[in-house]
């Protein structure tokens, strides 16, 4: 049974910046340099809504609503996720979650194993 745990959300003012962190643990046998992993994001009233997802090789796909603004990244070797936001708007503000599984859904809300999700709140 894999395990997420996010970190790193919080409130800030449009145009600052945020890192989120997710840690994966409990993957067995199978190394987690073998999961896609994507971020998402659900705002009160909203659908869940893919933000970005990469896989160990580096692929990437981003939404086009947080493009040039948000950056997803991976360190294999320790289990990590991150995700770089600048520029952030309030329309940013939603609970962010991290997602693994060994197929790749992309920003499909598929995925296998999630986080509990962390706040972001981004004023104005």
């Known amino acids: 049974q894999v395990r997420l745990v996010e970190s790193g959300g919080g409130s800030v003012q449009a145009g600052g910046s945020l890192r989120l962190s997710c840690v994966a643990s409990?993957?067995?046998?199978?190394?987690?340099?073998?999961?896609?992993t994507a971020w998402f994001r659900q705002a009160p009233g909203n659908e869940r809504e893919g933000v970005a997802s990469?896989?160990?090789?580096?692929?990437?796909n981003v939404a086009d609503s947080v493009k040039g603004r948000f950056t997803i990244s991976r360190d294999n070797a320790k289990n990590m996720l991150y995700l770089q936001m600048n520029s952030l708007k309030p329309e940013d503000t939603a609970m962010y979650c991290c997602?693994?599984?060994?197929?790749?859904?992309?920003?499909?809300?598929?995925?296998?194993?999630w986080g509990q999700g962390t706040q972001v709140t981004v004023s104005s």
């Open positions: 997602a693994a599984d060994r197929i790749n859904w992309l920003l499909i809300d598929s995925y296998s194993y």
């Open positions: 409990g993957y067995g046998y199978i190394n987690y340099f073998m999961y896609y």
């Open positions: 990469i896989y160990s090789g580096g692929s990437t």
